[in-house]
């Protein structure tokens, strides 16, 4: 499975200067790693992920002498939370309604803001220095938050999406990266065919490695529907392209007999289906959430 984990653009840093109420965002991972705005936060002693992140918000606040807004994935209680973080580290948290309205030209201030590619160069410089732990954690996020503002469609969504499967298949998490590898190869024989054979090839390379017979029958199944879509619509050119669908096939026709797909979960078409199955549903916003809750003065000391 090949993906470039070069970095394309040294000079391309996050912006300081963002207007008040710039969204800015966090996550929380379910291992409780913790990433700010693209940076992953070190937790010295018992420091609890809600209260790092405050401090780190509230530091921007102070920087740009405005409240800020903030929206917070945390996956230890698959919950979203909105919140408003003020210079005196005070903070509230709130409703979708009340959230900073949507739209292109917000979008397009908060990734002025603190650019996605920047976030990317991030990713590869720790994939580089081998901390595979926090290149994977910091392209979740990226991943979770681009889906959340702009869809799974989202061409800045997929290449997050398939950064985060190719550093799923460094770590030696299979199952992971095929299923990832697989949503962003299923949304592009849905959305852009001509681009589909190099990621039905990427998903092919993290399916190789699987050693589940059932699942290596289901995931087969959906390539093998891929890879005849493609050469149907005549866009199997590559010679390596034709040999791992050849492999795909061969590996099917090998474990037929002995495994097939369970009745109930019959073979998707190439294309068909969740366009992203592995997304956790996130739990509804609400006001009021005591964690990200806190009063003026009661901010620690600023995360480095």
Known sequence: MSHSLTPRDQG???????PPLIRLDAYVAEDGSTVVNGHLLEMAGTRQPNE???????????????????????????????L????DGSSRTIGDE???????ERTAAEEE???PLARVERIIQHAQREEMHAAYVLARALREHLTLRRGAEDELSLEARAIEA????LRGDYMLSTVLALTVARIRCRTDLNRAAPEVAR??????????????????????????????????????HQAMAQAVRSRLERGSQSVSPPASTPALTAGRGPVAPEDKPLKPTRRGLRRFTRRAGRSAEPSP
């Open 12 to 18: 391309n840093l996050p912006v300081l200067s963002a």
């Open 166 to 169: 190719y550093l799923a298949y």
């Open 113 to 115: 803001a603190f650019p």
């Open 84 to 87: 408003r973080v003020y210079p």
């Open 203 to 240: 998903a092919t390379a993290a399916w190789q490695r699987l050693e589940d017979d059932r699942q290596v029958a289901t995931r087969g199944q959906e390539l093998l529907h891929m890879w005849e879509r493609l050469s149907a619509e005549g866009l199997l050119q590559e010679p390596s």
């Open 98 to 104: 009340e959230d900073l309205p949507p739209g292109r």
């Open 52 to 82: 790092a992140i405050l401090d780190a918000i509230a530091m921007f606040a102070r920087t740009l002498g405005a409240p800020v807004a903030a929206t917070v994935i945390d996956r230890t209680v698959q919950q979203v939370a909105r």
